[in-house]
């Protein structure tokens, strides 16, 4: 493929906001055990045997930031990885807020003085364990803000990230938004997010003739994320990825068609 640029990250999690989805190396979360410990009805209040706050996967959407927020909450943490060892366990439907707050050692007072419901649990937990490649890549100087060079290495790792619990988690979602208007409008609006910024990005690039001006922006953007999520199926049901040499020839022929013709020449 265009030559991958070196040390890149290992993971992907934009999958669908790049070319692959973009996303990057990812820590497989440990799923919190239920845990027999007294509930807690002081929102702020500590429980004991905490639930340490999981690993990220990198696939997919997160807040664009460089690095996960400090939060000043950790309550709120508590139940966001509670959530995610429910949901992952008994899928959306079957989880339930008071078994969400059990499992975080509070009762649900806590879960509705931070949120609306489960939706916004879920799309917390989505956001806790996915992380944006893209954001990661754009702020390495290595790549200069060449899309082009980010496309090729998000790419690449589709093949290598392993199917996690955020990426799991973001299954879910899809499933449950077929089902509940509230979750697909959160999951549209988290991806309207991703695609306008990916879309800045290929937008920058058409200004610095690094891709034609002729392509249409949302098209490509679209197209990437279809790639990206298109793996995540793939991960669900443990399907091959394809060899890696056959798949970088593929990415290089892609983005190089990306290129402006004028500025090729």
Request: aromatic fraction near 6%; charged fraction near 25%; proline fraction near 5%.
């Amino acid at each position: 493929m265009l030559a991958r640029p070196a040390a890149a990250p290992t993971s992907s999690m934009d999958a669908a906001a790049s070319l692959a989805s973009a996303a990057t190396s990812s820590n497989s979360p440990t799923r919190p055990p239920a845990m027999s410990r007294p509930l807690v009805g002081d929102a702020g209040a500590e429980p004991r045997g905490a639930i340490v706050a999981a690993g990220n996967n990198h696939r997919y959407p997160r807040a664009m930031t460089d690095a996960a927020p400090v939060s000043d909450d950790p309550t709120r943490d508590r139940l966001i990885e509670a959530a995610a060892a429910v949901f992952a366990e008994k899928g959306y439907d079957g989880a339930g807020v008071q078994e969400i707050a059990r499992r975080a050692g509070f009762t649900t007072g806590a879960i509705y003085g931070r949120f609306r419901g489960k939706a916004e649990l879920l799309l917390a937990a989505i956001e806790a364990h996915t992380t944006n490649e893209l954001e990661q890549l754009f702020a390495d100087h290595r790549f200069e803000g060449r899309v082009t060079d980010v496309i090729t290495t998000v790419g690449s790792h589709l093949l290598t990230d392993p199917f996690d619990e955020g990426q799991a988690l973001l299954l879910e979602a899809f499933v449950a938004a077929r089902r509940d208007a509230e979750v697909a409008e959160l999951m549209r609006e988290l991806l309207r997010q991703r695609a306008t910024t990916f879309a800045a990005l290929v937008e920058d690039a058409k200004a610095s003739g690094l891709v034609d001006e002729g392509l249409d922006t949302d098209a490509i953007v679209r197209f990437c994320h279809a790639v990206g999520f298109g793996f995540l199926l793939f991960g669900a049901i443990d399907l091959a990825p394809p060899r890696a040499d056959a798949w970088e020839i593929l990415i290089a022929r892609l983005v190089g068609a990306l290129g402006d013709p004028v500025t090729d020449r």
